[in-house]
């Protein structure tokens, strides 16, 4: 629309100015008044300033077009760094659950063997106790560990959706 209203007024300035050169302003012929000539140079003044209100108006626009698009772009990076990161997080809760599976397992058959053996040395006993309560510290670490991860990927999760 500035395009449109811009290329009128650059038409009605010619026409004005090519009347004015030619001393003959809707159809009065060379002698015309001061006052129609001061009215033309009025006029056109008037539609010189309004060109120039129109095409810095359309330049507003267009700089205004550059930093939407400029932040689209920023988003759409952003977007795509998030749903990278959300992938990796994904992939190390899927490996952490499968440590905490195994270490479960390791811990079950190691309480297991301890019940079947009637008898240990003391020697024996404390060392597996120690294992055990290691095992259980490290299996903690884990769930603590994959809680932490499930937190990230709702955050994220949260934060894609509000993106939308």
């Known amino acids: 629309q500035a395009e449109e209203d811009s290329a009128s007024l650059r038409?009605?300035?010619?026409?004005?100015?090519?009347?004015?050169m030619s001393n003959s302003y809707s159809g009065y012929a060379v002698g015309t008044s001061s006052e129609q000539t001061l009215a033309m140079e009025k006029e056109i003044q008037d539609l010189?300033?309004?060109?120039?209100?129109?095409?810095?108006?359309?330049?507003q626009e267009q700089q205004k077009l550059a930093e939407e698009s400029l932040l689209r772009q920023q988003d759409q990076q952003r977007?795509?760094?998030?749903?990278?990161?959300?992938?990796?997080l994904a992939v190390e809760k899927r490996e952490m659950e499968e440590k905490i599976a195994a270490l479960t397992k390791k811990s079950s058959e190691e309480a297991s063997e301890f019940a079947a053996r009637k008898a240990f040395?003391?020697?024996d006993r404390e060392k597996l106790e120690n294992q055990l309560h290691d095992m259980a510290l490290m299996v903690e670490r884990l769930e603590g560990s994959r809680q932490?991860?499930?937190?990230?990927?709702?955050?994220f999760a949260f934060l894609l959706f509000s993106l939308k």
């Open 11 to 20: 038409a009605q300035l010619n026409t004005l100015q090519q009347q004015v």
């Open 48 to 59: 010189q300033a309004q060109l120039k209100q129109e095409s810095l108006l359309r330049q």
């Open 79 to 88: 977007l795509a760094e998030e749903q990278s990161r959300t992938t990796s």
């Open 121 to 123: 040395s003391m020697q």
């Open 148 to 155: 932490k991860l499930l937190m990230e990927v709702f955050d």
